[in-house]
């Protein structure tokens, strides 16, 4: 059974930061790219990461580029998300996400971001 459990959520100030976990089971995570999307309320979900099979490539938007930092660990069959420079505006449910099985999704963690 394809699984993807996220966990490191939390409500923080503005400028902290929180690295959220993704860890991924039933499925060959080491052949598959893994991504981060957000979604906060009212609003589109929305890409905020992705890595490549190896951890040497990855891409942002805009909005996270230089707070947010994707990686993973193989040989735990874990994604992260260090985010730093927290904003109000990232406050969101954060999903993990693999294109496996027509794409599979976690089913969250939610960020608060609030002084």
């Known amino acids: 059974q394809v699984q993807l459990v996220e966990s490191g959520g939390g409500s923080v100030q503005p400028g902290g930061s929180l690295r959220l976990s993704c860890v991924a089971s039933?499925?060959?995570?080491?052949?598959?790219?893994m991504s981060w999307f957000r979604q906060a309320p009212g609003q589109w979900r929305a890409l905020v990461g992705t890595v490549t099979t190896d951890g040497s490539a990855r891409s942002y938007p805009d909005s996270v580029k230089g707070r947010f930092t994707i990686s993973r660990d193989n040989a735990k069959n874990t994604v992260y998300l260090q985010m730093n420079n927290l904003e109000p505006a990232d406050t969101a449910v954060y999903y993990c996400?693999?294109?496996?099985?027509?794409?599979?999704w976690g089913r969250g963690t939610t960020v608060t971001v609030s002084s």
């Open positions: 039933g499925f060959a995570f080491s052949s598959n790219a």
């Open positions: 996400f693999a294109s496996i099985n027509r794409g599979t």
